[in-house]
């Protein structure tokens, strides 16, 4: 079974810091991978597919990026909105990163 | 618009069963996987498995093997997902979301097990 490790699982930021979250997979996954937004209460939103492909309606500010086995979730300034927890998921056997918590420092 | 909406919260006694339903509108149902994943409160997402609306076919993780059915019923574009022998566990937010990229979900259903 494909695992997806993702780090941090927590981190503290400012509004305006660049933020980078990790995700590995234990196996390759040529450029399969997604990553989701959740605020507390509602369902997870998706910001990027394919790894690099912007959801329609995203802001510009997130990107991600990476294949094989790593992959980044890039936030280049981070606004007030996007403290939330983020997951990366790979969508051939629906395997979720364990979460990362961004939190306003 | 493109979107699921899921039926309400429900209250369950353990080894009782659930089922929730998803209603899909503005895209052709059978088009698109429906997949099913959980989240109990404060922890991470949980993948329970995806049915194709179009041929009924499902897949469901091993956890979940002998325990979770996904049906549909395509007259009114609606998938279910029932969970037997409901324990204290099971307590979480159930999800469900179109395709393998997951691009739209449903709100989530509340599923309470308690005594």
């Known amino acids: 079974d494909i695992q997806m490790t993702q780090s941090p699982s927590s981190l503290s930021a400012s509004v305006g810091d660049r933020v980078t979250i990790t995700c590995r997979a234990s196996?390759?996954?040529?450029?399969?991978l997604g990553w989701y937004q959740q605020k507390p209460g509602k369902a997870p939103k998706r910001l990027i597919y394919a790894a690099s492909s912007l959801q329609s309606g995203v802001p510009s500010r997130f990107s991600g990026s990476g294949s094989g086995t790593e992959f980044t979730l890039t936030i280049s300034s981070l606004q007030p909105e996007d403290f939330a927890t983020y997951y990366c998921?790979?969508?051939?056997?629906?395997?979720f990163g364990q979460g990362t918590k961004v939190e306003i420092k | 618009q493109v979107q699921l909406v899921q039926s309400g919260a429900e209250v369950k006694k353990p080894g009782a069963s659930v089922k929730v339903s998803c209603k899909a509108s503005g895209y052709t149902f059978t088009s698109y996987d429906i997949n099913w994943a959980r989240q109990a409160t404060g922890q991470g997402l949980e993948w329970m498995g995806r049915?194709?609306?179009?041929?009924?076919?499902?897949g469901y993780a091993q956890k979940f093997q002998g325990r979770v059915t996904m049906t549909r019923n395509t007259s009114i574009s609606t998938a279910y997902m029932e969970l037997s022998s409901l324990r204290s566990e099971d307590t979480a937010v159930y999800y469900c979301a179109r395709g393998s990229w997951g691009d739209v979900w449903g709100q989530g259903t509340t599923v309470t097990v308690s005594s």
């Open positions: 998921l790979q969508p051939e056997t629906w395997t």
């Open positions: 049915m194709n609306p179009h041929s009924g076919n499902t």
């Open positions: 196996q390759g996954i040529r450029n399969d």
